[in-house]
């Protein structure tokens, strides 16, 4: 593999080795870490999702539990099988794939989830806390994000962090993170006029917008770092990111392929996440 290149698959591969003797000492303390998914309809994409999720759960010792509604499930039905493992105390962890058909408020749903049990962050208290610099759940992405950063040995204090995308669960997120570790940090969107302008002044550039290969190597700084959150299907079929990597590798000095970085990335801190809340259930440090 290039120098260059994150490699996102193996130091998901080194985490989850680690996480799996932490489920083993868990056990023995007797807490098995158990995460309940709610999948509603058959979007390909959340299925596949969804099973690479029960599959590293089951990988590492944490079970796994998939509940699989048709399309046309109504909300109270969801809301209900919520309630219900909010008070179940075997569950530590509850994710709702998103997206969700539109007649579900997903909102609703995401507020509805117990939020020590939100291991997917997304709860209004867990992000408010968060930008609090209170102890929360942190959204798997941006957190996966700021691990194969550290792990790349990529200093963040004082770089010029430009995030192009704003979304909650990963654009506005990971320019918080960032900001904690003390990066200037700057934030493009649809609406970003000269968007070139922004991206070419950053050190690390992190893009998350859902548009195959929209950065180019025009677009970059030499020597940049550059995070592709993307996850797109181009005119071929074939699995891309955000950024044309072949195009801006010369110029960078490291970049997440695509795919092999940030997505095996997210569903490691899922896990992550996962034990994080069984340890705090049973109050072990
Ligand atoms: N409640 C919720 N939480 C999520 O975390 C969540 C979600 N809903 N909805 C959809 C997005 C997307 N997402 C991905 C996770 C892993 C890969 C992943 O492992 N990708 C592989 C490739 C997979 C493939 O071949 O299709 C890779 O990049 O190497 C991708 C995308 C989690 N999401």
Do not use: W
Not at 41 to 68: M, R, W
Not at 224 to 244: P, S, T, Y
Not at 267 to 281: G, P, Q, S, Y
């Amino acid at each position: 593999m290039n120098t260059k290149l994150i490699d996102g698959k193996e130091i998901a591969k080194k985490k989850r080795s680690e996480m799996k003797s932490r489920v083993v000492e868990l056990k023995r303390l007797g807490v098995q870490p158990h995460l309940a998914v709610i999948l509603v309809g058959e979007d390909p994409a959340s299925k596949t999702y969804v099973k690479n999720k029960e599959k590293a759960c089951q990988e590492i010792g944490i079970l796994s539990n998939v509940f699989h509604y048709e399309t046309d499930t109504d909300e109270r039905t969801i809301l209900q099988k919520i309630e219900q493992l909010n008070s179940d105390p075997a569950i530590h962890g509850i994710l709702v794939q998103l997206p969700l058909p539109e007649h579900i408020d997903a909102k609703k749903i995401i507020r509805a989830i117990d939020p020590k049990k939100d291991v997917d962050g997304f709860h209004p208290i867990n992000i408010g806390k968060r930008i609090l610099g209170e102890k929360s759940f942190i959204p798997c992405t941006p957190l996966g994000i700021i691990v194969m950063l550290e792990e790349a040995g990529v200093s963040i204090s004082g770089k010029h962090a430009v995030v192009v995308g704003r979304s909650n669960i990963v654009g506005k997120p990971i320019g918080q993170l960032l900001l904690d570790k003390d990066a200037t940090v700057t934030y493009c969107h649809s609406k970003t006029k000269n968007l070139k302008e922004y991206t070419v002044q950053a050190d690390i550039l992190i893009v998350a917008v859902g548009k195959s290969r929209l950065i180019k190597a025009d677009d970059v700084k030499e020597g940049a770092v550059v995070i592709d959150v993307g996850m797109n299907r181009d005119e071929n079929g074939k699995l891309c990111g955000d950024v044309d990597t072949l195009e801006v590798l010369p110029k960078v000095s490291r970049i997440t392929p695509v795919p092999g970085g940030v997505g095996p990335m997210t569903i490691t801190m899922l896990l992550a996440n996962t034990i994080e809340a069984a340890k705090t259930v049973h109050k072990i440090g």
